[in-house]
Nanobody, 115 residues
Framework: QVQLVESGGGLVQAGGSLRLSCAAS????????MGWYRQGTGKQRELVAT???????NYADSVKGRFTVSRDNAKNTVALQMNSLEPEDTGVYYC?????????WGQGTQVTVSS
């Protein structure tokens, strides 16, 4: 069983930066994908960024050039560096992992970007 715990959310002004971290309680070294999704108020959960087992990233178009996902298999962690934040980035950010066709989710951390 894998548990994911996020940290690093908060309130930031537009143009600012935040770094989210996610620690897995079990081994996710073989997870085919790890990364981040988000859900804004009244919106569906959407992909932000993920990284494959080998570290190849995949980004939503809306965050390309501003966000960077990084994965450390040895430490069972995945991080999301968010720069040039916009009010549209506001939402609950969820850590995600897919291991042996099973999807795992963290409880989420709130990110609020003020204009």
């Amino acid at each position: 069983q894998v548990q994911l715990v996020e940290s690093g959310g908060g309130l930031v002004q537009a143009g600012g930066s935040l770094r989210l971290s996610c620690a897995a309680s079990g081994s996710v070294v073989s997870a085919s994908s790890m990364g981040w999704y988000r859900q804004g108020t009244g919106k569906q959960r959407e992909l932000v960024a993920t990284a494959t087992l080998g570290g190849t990233p995949n980004y939503a178009d809306s965050v390309k050039g501003r966000f960077t996902v990084s994965r450390d298999n040895a430490k069972n962690t995945v991080a999301l560096q968010m720069n040039s934040l916009e009010p549209e980035d506001t939402g609950v950010y969820y850590c995600y992992a897919r291991l042996l066709a099973v999807e795992y989710w963290g409880q989420g951390t709130q990110v609020t970007v003020s204009s």
